[in-house]
């Protein structure tokens, strides 16, 4: 039977435990197993290699995305790192331009070391995206909506173009979650997450997933996630799966609150900018409305030069200034200084990221509140 995913969120990868009838997947916190003779495992031998509770999540991770092959990792960046070992020196990489700073960190202070190189391109400018696809790129690799900006990029159009000429097309699907989209479906080669954020969900753990369909680049992926280890453990796996499993009806809410709370900010006198694709105003609205089920939940605002953007973080009462995003509960972070402080100024600037640049992970709670609480905190902040 072919679920729909608030059934597959439940029930899809491997349901339950068949030897004991738990209803949930037990939490394997083994290294290693009994093997009944040489060369006879029962089909795992050691848990960098294999873990059936990692197994598990791994196969819902790819039932959500409606792809083949899953792999969990230890982190967001340890499933990245992982995907950009599938490149040697002399390869280059075509990159979108406002992409969670960590994954720019690694770009430029890790394997740019070991001769893998980037270009970063605005890839929600088709044109610029395929000039920059010269003989040397092997793989252009996107997040959209993008963080921090929530530029979104037209997921579909640019795998037909990095396909036209023969390279991979990879998308970082964290914001969105299998559950408002499906980039393989749109055509892309790798989908990557951080766990960490909605798919966990509670911030409670930190984790990694990628998700592909071609066998040969799942053999290799798993290859590499065997000899490079930075495997997600047993226990973690579970708390992914739990979180996993309120994922549609956390994304409603969280959806529902940051739609209500972008239009609150368009129409104040608070913010001189709202960067959010499910306001109709947004360049990206009708490209996210076409690839996704939903604009996610994350905001991004400039606050107006009148209030002082230091004291709004320090007045905030109900929301917690912090970096990560995704969980239950409302986050702010400051990119300038905080997630984007790796990039250095002079692209922080060029791509928008000011300094009065606010970024808001709506949480699930009342949305009536948090709007309380962002008028009171800027209210507060006023200069002179
Ligand atoms: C957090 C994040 C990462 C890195 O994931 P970790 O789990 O923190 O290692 C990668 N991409 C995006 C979009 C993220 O938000």
Known sequence: ????????????????????????????????????????????????????????????????EQGKYGLAFASGLAAISTVLSLFKSGDKLVVSDNIYGGTFRILDNVFKNFGITYEIVNTSDLEKTEKAITDDVKAVYVESPANPLLTVTDIETVAKIAHKHDKLLIVDNTFLTPYLQRPLTLGADIVIHSGTKYLGGHSDTVSGQVVV??????????????????????????????????????????????????????????????????????????????????????????LDEKYDYRKFFENLKLITLAESLGGVESLVCHPATMTHAAIPADIRKKVGIVDELIRFSVGIEDADDLIEDLKQAIEASKKG
């Not at 009994?34 to 598990?56: F, H, I, V």
């Not at 490079?228 to 994304?251: A, C, E, H, N, Y």
């Not at 409603?252 to 109709?280: C, F, M, Q, T």
């Open 1 to 64: 039977m072919s679920l729909n995913i608030n059934s597959l969120l439940i029930h899809g990868g491997i349901d339950g435990d068949e030897t004991t009838g738990a209803v949930n997947v037990p939490i394997y916190q083994t290294s290693t197993y009994k093997q009944d003779g040489l060369g006879k495992d029962r089909g795992w031998e050691y848990s960098r290699t294999g873990n059936p509770t990692r197994a598990a999540l791994e196969k819902l991770i790819a039932d959500l």
């Open 213 to 302: 369909n071609d066998k040969a680049l799942a053999d290799r992926l798993y290859y590499l996630q065997n000899a490079i280890g930075g495997v997600l453990g047993p226990w973690d796996s579970f708390l992914v799966i739990r979180g996993i499993k309120t994922l549609g009806v956390r994304m409603d809410r969280h959806v529902a609150n940051a739609g209500k709370i972008a239009k609150w900010l368009e129409s104040s006198e608070y913010v001189s900018k709202v960067y959010y694709p499910g306001l109709e105003s947004d360049p990206g609205y009708e490209v996210q409305k076409k690839q996704a089920d939903g604009a996610g939940a994350m905001i991004s605002f400039v």
